[in-house]
């Protein structure tokens, strides 16, 4: 089992990704312009994940941008109890 981890060792390296999560509640296609200027204000990811609510992920690898955008996304959306 080791030696079987070594030899994939390396494709876990690289950058930390840092992510945080909310969840939602309006509906998705209500989001997308949000999600646009998100992506144009911060250097992170954004995706959603639609149920009763929608479960929103932000990642990106600089902790502050990713917690930046976060609290910018809080202030404009109704989120769910």
Do not use: H, N
Not at 16 to 30: F, G, I, K, L, W
């Amino acid at each position: 089992m080791k030696a079987m981890f070594e030899q994939v060792a390396g494709d876990f390296a690289g950058q930390q990704r840092y992510v945080e999560t909310m969840e939602v509640d309006e509906p998705e296609s209500a989001l997308i312009d949000r999600f646009a200027e998100l992506r144009e204000r911060f250097d992170v990811c954004v995706g959603s994940y639609p149920g009763e609510t929608v479960r929103v992920k932000i990642y990106g690898t600089d902790r502050g941008a990713v917690e930046d955008a976060t609290g910018w996304l809080c202030d404009r959306v109704e989120a769910a109890e």
